[in-house]
């Protein structure tokens, strides 16, 4: 494995685990804070970063990625900066207080745990493809992936137990 594409899964998974971190903290304390803010700008330049590197990898390899790995990968990307930039806004709003800022910050919440599982296709696809023990084809990999988001969307989305 080239040291290139050590650091691009890396970086990738570290995105996964800094994002994850910041949605469900950010869920778990019932606020967006400052930290959970950093974790999501954290975690976009760690997906960027691991991205470019494999972009850059695939372009000079033989062996060419599924389009549908790119195109998912980008409106992951996209979706990660919109998240970022809104977290930003609503946290600097909800300083200030008020009901639109709770308002705001509640439909935040929903949006978060959305891109998450959306940032999750991307990422099953290209360990499913990219991983030379798994090495799933196009089709399969999309599926599995698809399964796997449904599978967290449930979860995340279910509705709290009532004590």
């Known amino acids: 494995m080239s040291p290139m594409l050590i650091f691009a899964s890396l970086a990738i ?5 800094l994002y994850t971190i910041g949605v469900f903290r950010e869920r778990a304390d019932g606020s967006l804070r400052g930290p ?5 700008w ?4 760690c997906d960027t970063t ?3 590197l494999m972009s850059i990898m695939a372009r000079t390899s033989a062996e060419a990625a599924p389009a549908i790995h790119g195109i998912t ?3 992951a990307i996209l ?3 919109f998240h970022a930039g809104w977290a930003t806004l609503v946290y600097f709003q909800g300083k200030r207080g008020g009901a639109a800022a709770l308002k705001r910050e509640r439909t935040f919440h929903r949006l978060s745990a959305a ?5 999750l296709v991307p990422y099953v696809i290209g360990m499913l493809v990219g991983i030379p023990m798994i090495k799933l084809g196009t089709v399969p990999a999309v599926i599995a992936s698809l399964v796997v988001a449904a599978i967290a969307a449930v979860l995340v989305f279910r509705p709290a137990k009532r004590s």
């Open 115 to 119: 891109v998450w599982v959306a940032w």
């Open 13 to 17: 998974t570290g995105a996964l685990v």
């Open 79 to 81: 979706l990660m900066l």
């Open 50 to 52: 691991g991205t470019t």
């Open 36 to 40: 959970h803010v950093v974790l999501f």
């Open 73 to 75: 990968g980008l409106a």
């Open 42 to 45: 954290i975690g976009l330049a």
